[in-house]
């Protein structure tokens, strides 16, 4: 088992910035990649970025992409998305996810809450 836990969430701004934080009890295979998903009220959860523990390669929304930036310290078993340029539509809760590939998410962090004030 991996557990998740989600920090960083909050009131901002639209044009500010913030930073999530997810920090990992370990890593193991099956928590290969870890990614941010996120889900707005009356939407579906969607994907936003996600990375790798080994290698450290990024995948991101094109939503997000040249605003988020994703990042890992393989010493803290902790990732973090960094949040810049935020929108109105970037509200939503953010869940942290672990699992083998940026589709196949097995264990879940319990989500923090982003809003985005215009």
């Known amino acids: 088992q991996v557990q998740l836990v989600e920090s960083g969430g909050g009131l901002v701004q639209a044009g500010g910035s913030l930073r999530l934080s997810c920090a990992a009890s370990?890593?193991?295979?099956?928590?290969?990649?870890m990614g941010w998903l996120r889900q707005a009220p009356g939407k579906e959860r969607e994907f936003v970025a996600a990375?790798?523990?080994?290698?450290?390669?990024?995948n991101y929304a094109d939503s997000v992409k040249g605003r988020f930036t994703i990042s890992r310290d393989n010493a803290k078993n902790t990732v973090y998305l960094q949040m810049n340029s935020l929108k109105p539509e970037d509200t939503a809760v953010y869940y942290c996810a672990a699992g083998l590939t940026i589709d196949d998410y097995s264990y879940w962090g319990q989500g923090t809450q982003v809003t985005v004030s215009s």
């Open positions: 370990r890593r193991t295979f099956t928590s290969r990649v």
């Open positions: 990375i790798r523990w080994s290698g450290g390669s990024t």
